[in-house]
């Protein structure tokens, strides 16, 4: 009878046990939910945020016209000055930044051994056009840049003046292509953000 007397009690301890998981379970959704209101910014901001993002947008693409029509007109490094920030000299708009990625890998030579030379650049554009026509005519881009940094040798390249030469190359590689595919330059700086040279 002993068993009998168990068999009953089996199902309240089910529901004992039952009671503190869902409780858990309530508790732990109350604590997610609390936290996301508080951690998840809210809609207005976003709405402030945006607003203001489309006013910085329409300053940005004035400010990139002005440069553009300047660049267009052919009146050289003032009228560049102006649309980058106007008297002062500073610059009106951020910059635009286009990754060259995946990064440059290739074997440069040495009277001794083979080198391996790796890196990861990102290019400064004048504007969104820029950017597009990076993006584009991307191909073309790597693949002149490919066969540039091959033609290097590790005392070209093992200097900090080597590395700002080889800058100095590699942008006015890309503007020659960007000039003779869109008729205008569209970069004005390369930042190499990773040189590695085994």
Known sequence: ???????????????????????????????????????????????????DGDAAAAEHGAADEAAASAEDEGSGEEAAAEGEGGHDGKKAASAIYYPMTPSFVVNIGDSDASHFLQIEMQVRAKNAAATDALKLHD???????????????VAEVNSREGKEALQKKVLAEIQRILKAETGKNGVDAVYFTSFVMQ
């Open 139 to 153: 191909p073309q881009i790597r693949n002149a840049l490919l066969m540039l940094l091959g033609a290097q040798t």
């Open 1 to 51: 009878m002993s068993a009998a007397a168990e068999a009953p009690k089996a199902p309240s301890s089910k529901k004992a046990l039952l009671i503190p998981i869902i409780g858990a379970v309530v508790a732990t959704a109350a604590i997610t939910g609390g936290a996301m209101y508080f951690l998840m910014p809210s809609a207005k901001p976003a709405r402030h945020a945006k607003a």
